[in-house]
């Protein structure tokens, strides 16, 4: 008679599935940024857990790293963890943002930006995200500047020459000191706090930043969006500045990773989904049950009925739209002969029920559902 831990067990990770799924859009509105800062006059780092702007320390940080904190908050994400390395006075420092991303690569976050890194700290951040994402299964994502980084985890904005009001600013002074520029580098913290705050149920295109009073103008802003750049514009429709087309820098494509994929939204998606499977196999599963092929089906099926409770909002809830997950058949066949045994002679549920030791072989296809931002009509008379 099975103990009462694996009686119970299964409903326990089902009522985690349907919570999971029952919040997916309100957790997904809640993400956290990574911020590196240049801000240290001695080779030291540096931290900050910052939920709102009362948790800016009154001293210690720049001016204009402040600013740049509170340009994050300004896209409501959960919180910003600050990390703060030596600047450009302190020569040959021991502690850089390789120190940091030694720092992070075990903490749970969802963007991360450097908005004092210069052209180096930007083509490394975006090689190390490709290497979390490919190599260390992390679902991790930057937003960099001018970095054709070719990868969906990568947000390459480029957009520079931002105008803002200066908020000291007082009538009589020159006019030039009315506003305050930026690049495209210090406006990542803006764009990353964005998208670590925006809600799955929509996009952030059109997404408008009120504070923006102008920025730099494109003659083909198409074909830069269709090389994977995150830029703003203004239309000059009276609504201000906006984000023309919330994608990343992903601009080859293959059958397994198609033009969908260069979609913020789209990998968003999918990223809370490999999150939500895996925290829960590893906070309700592992080492909790034996693995034989009940306990696997069970998790299959708590799995089918998360993605039910993503329908409509998350994923496509169209009668054509694909959205499962089972026994991964090819590889228990693989498992099976790596172990001295011929699947040939096997009956598929043979195949499905082998022992796998601790392995759990899945596979699965899901339609992520993107929001509405392309119109064609016609109308005829």
Known sequence: MPNEQEVFGAPQVLITFKTKATT???RSARGIVVMILK???TDTMGYYKINDVTDIPAEGLTEANVDS???CLLGTPLRVLVYTIPDDSVESPTVTQASVLKQIVNIKWNYICNPTGGAQDMEDLASWIKTMRNNKYKTFKAVVANQEADDKGVINFCTGNIKVLNPDYEDGVEEAEQYITYSAAQYTARIAGILAGLALDRSATYYQLDEVVSCEAYEDIDSLINDGQLLLFDE????GVKIARACNSLTTFTTDVGKDFRYIKIVECIDMI??????TFKTSYIGKYINDYDRKM???????????????????NSPTAINTVDIDVEAQKDYATLH???PSTMTEQQIREYNTGT????????????AMEDLATNFRM
Do not use: M, S
């Open 39 to 41: 801000n240290e006059k």
């Open 340 to 342: 001295g045994d011929d």
């Open 298 to 316: 069970n998790f299959v099926n708590a799995i089918l009925i998360y993605f039910k409770g993503l329908k409509g909002n998350v994923l496509d």
């Open 359 to 370: 392995q759990v072989f899945l596979e699965g296809r899901i339609t992520p559902v993107n």
């Open 236 to 239: 000059q429709d009276g609504n």
């Open 69 to 71: 904190i509170k340009k």
């Open 274 to 279: 490999t999150d939500d499977i895996r925290d």
């Open 24 to 26: 997916a859009i309100a």
